[in-house]
Nanobody, 120 residues
Framework: VQLQASGGGLVQAGDSLRLSCAAS????????MGWFRQAPGKEREFVGV????????YYADSVKGRFTISRDNARNTVYLQMNSLKPEDTAVYYC??????????????WGKGTLVTVSS
């Protein structure tokens, strides 16, 4: 599975942004899809995950209520809708795929990240 995140950019605090992660290769619908982010000088951290059938989502406390993950298996794409953005959300955002639901960075497949910058 090859992954490519897109949709990052420069926004102001309080704005919204939607990231996309396009997958290629076979079996996308068999994978749970996670979003992670890495701020400058910090470790990569879990943002959220959506199960392969989209029946469950889990989020980090820092984004709960503001971020929403969805997926379209017909389009091999997963989305991260980010609302009420804060400067502390500034990071490179990555999507990842794994056959298990995980909250750590031990995912099997990773895409290249997309930079989100939130100005105050």
């Amino acid at each position: 599975v090859q992954l490519q995140a897109s949709g990052g950019g420069l926004v102001q605090a309080g704005d919204s942004l939607r990231l996309s992660c396009a997958a290629s290769g076979r079996g996308f619908s068999n994978y749970h899809m996670g979003w992670f982010r890495q701020a400058p000088g910090k470790e990569r951290e879990f943002v959220g995950v959506i199960t392969w059938y989209a029946d469950s989502t889990y989020y980090a406390d820092s984004v709960k209520g503001r971020f929403t993950i969805s997926r379209d298996n017909a389009r091999n794409t997963v989305y991260l809708q980010m609302n009420s953005l804060k400067p502390e959300d500034t990071a490179v955002y990555y999507c990842a795929a794994d056959r298990s639901v995980k909250f750590t960075t031990t995912y099997e497949y990773w895409g290249k990240g997309t930079l989100v910058t939130v100005s105050s």
